[in-house]
């Protein structure tokens, strides 16, 4: 089920782009280290911003943070197998498959972090991000008392993004995907 869905994302990436669309999906690129380097040294920006927010009293700002430190981290991934995203939840499919076929080592919690449910039982990083960014609330105690536990899982999800990113391992998207 999420190869078809995966390759359902990069055969309508193919087809915006070679309609002059701007694509929704996955589409393969050339592997740029230099690319996830970036995403990594923005995740990192990202955690310094969020103890700023901290400091500031800034709370409603943290969610959005933290989903989108995981987030880079996944683009970063993303970007050592050549492929651009333009997709939340292709992203997500794609480092879940990955994963689930042993070609990476990522916590599947990172993963559900960013994956975009669509039924009102199932939440992740992106309703909270949703929440926090739509409510009138600046302050939000829960988000001041997961801070620490927050900040941990996004300094994990950088840490295994770099051991995925810096290893001497060539990744390429499998051609089951594409073709």
């Not at 920006?45 to 409603?60: A, M, S």
């Not at 050592?80 to 992203?91: L, V, Y």
């Not at 992740?124 to 960014?133: L, P």
């Amino acid at each position: 089920m999420i190869a078809e869905s995966l390759k359902d994302c990069f055969s309508s990436a193919l087809k915006d782009e070679k309609t002059g669309k701007k694509h929704k999906g996955l589409l393969a690129v050339k592997p740029s280290v230099k690319e996830a380097e970036e995403y990594i040294l923005k995740a990192k920006k990202n955690l310094e911003l969020c103890r700023l927010y901290k400091e500031n009293r800034f709370d409603y700002k943290l969610p959005e943070e933290w989903f989108y430190i995981i987030y880079y981290c996944a683009l970063a991934i993303l970007s050592k197998f050549g492929i651009e995203s333009r997709s939340q939840r292709c992203t997500a499919l794609f480092l879940s498959y990955v994963k689930g076929n042993g070609i990476i080592e990522y916590d599947d919690d990172l993963v559900k972090r960013i994956t975009v449910h669509r039924e009102k039982g199932e939440k992740s990083d992106v309703d909270e991000r949703e929440k926090a960014r739509y409510s009138s609330s600046i302050q939000i105690k829960e988000v001041e008392q997961n801070y620490d536990t927050m900040m941990g899982i996004c300094k994990k999800a950088i840490s295994q993004c770099e051991d995925i990113v810096f290893s001497d391992k060539e990744f390429k998207v499998p051609k089951e995907l594409y073709e």
